[in-house]
Structures are given as structure tokens and as C-alpha cells.
């Protein structure tokens, strides 16, 4: 099914590297490095350069803390979109919102992606992606609140819960009129799991992939990983790409990143292990 991210469509067999762009000052990873709009702006200037398709603009942290209401999320996001839009016009930008009222300031500003990391906590955001004829992202949290870390929750069958939660989603966003192409589910690795759950998610990813949805998968330098290989944020890429490439080989189409070439040569190396791509170049024993 081609992809269709607002005014810019993806053919069927291609994957996308989503950029992380945190207009926040207490970011987990990059500790408010992109907090001033000139720096986020560099940052998508940056990930530009190096190849990423689309960019995700964020103006609160998943992670509990000090509370950002609807005026001050949109100050941070809604004129560094505007910006991007002008400067970019063949990028796709998402911004990770769960807020309807953001949402629609900034598709009004020129997004494209509505990436809602919350798993529908606001039911008129599928409204606001309707309206402005762009996409969304479906995740899965367990139902926890927005901004809270989950605490002993326990799934008869994690994926199961992923894949009826997320398409359940979907549909609904359909019903509300958003295009089937222009939808998206995410497993969400961490949110509203532990580790085991997000190791179980990443392991039978190919299940989600054949429920038809196109899947995002957002695995970079999360707490899974670390706990995992027991390794602060700044030291776990390897486990990233690890994770990244078992997902690839499932089929994910987007991956929500903060290093760009790295996942992308990743990506690139799998598809054409698993057959979706050719290799670039090929002349080895040919001539």
C-alpha cells in the first residue's frame, strides 16, 4: 500500500527514517541541546542532510515532569513547523502530540504527520488529522496517562493487546474520515510495558506487519535497550541497531530515530538481505 504522510506519498516498498527533533529543555537523550528554536532548526537542517525522510518535532518529554499545558506546547512546535515548511518543502514533518488542539495549530502550520504516542487520549485528535487530510500514528500504551511511566502491568498477550489496540485505532481514525493510506500503528517499546514486554514486542514484530498497517517502530536509546545490555542512554546504539534490524527484517516501514546514518545503513542492509532492495552497487565477480 503506498504511504501517503500528508502532501507527500512513499511507494509501498519503501522505509522511512523519522528524525527526533525535541524542542524541549529536558529531553532523556539530548538534554535540551535543541531546546532553543534555532538549534531545533539546525537539528532538521542536520538529519536533512543526512537523509531522513521525515522529521518529528516534539514540545513536551514522554517522561513525568514539569507540566506543559496546550499555550505553551504550542509555542514550542507550531512556529519551528512553520519554519521547517517553508525551508523544507519536500520534507514530511510529524509532531508527536496528543493534544487535538495542537494538533490542529500545527497541520495548520504545515505538518503532515499527527504522532500520537499516547494511544488516542485525546479521542478528537482523529478529527483534527481528518480535517486537515493528514496522517496519524496509532500506538499502543496500555491505556497509562499521558506522561506517566507504567508500573506493574501485565498482558495476557502483549502483542495481542498491541495489535488489537493499535488497529482498533486505525479504524476508528478511518471512520473519522482520515485516509486508510495516511494510517499508521506503532507497537510504542516502553510505553505502558517493562522490558520483557518490549523485548516480546520487537521479537513477534511480524505479526503487527501482517495485519496489513503500515508499522513505526520507536526503539532508539530507550530503557529496554539499556536495561537490557545494562548501559546508560548515551552508550546504547548498538542495541538500538540491533533492534532495529530485527524489526527491519519483520518489515517495519518507519523508524522514529536520533541517529540517522546509522539506522538508515542498518535498514538499507536488511531489506536487501530480506530481498526488498537491490544493492546499490553490485559488481563483484561481474567484471
Known sequence: MTLRLGRHSFADDATLVMAIVNRTPDSFYDRGATWAEDKAFERV???VAQGAEVVDIGGIKAAPGEEVGEAEERSRVVDLVARVREAFP????????????VGDAVCAAGADVLNDAWGGADPELVDVAAAHDVAVVCTHTGGVTPRTRPYRIEYDDVVRAAIDDTVAYAERAVAAGVARESVVIDPAHDFGKNTFHSLEVTRRLGEMVATGWPVLVSLSNKDFVGETLDLPVGQRLTGTLAATAVCALAGARIYRVHEVVETRQTVDMVWSIAGRRPPRRAIRGLQ
Open 45 to 47: 537542517a542536520t538529519v
Open 90 to 101: 519536500g520534507l514530511a514533518i510529524s509532531v508527536d502530540t496528543w493534544r487535538a488542539s
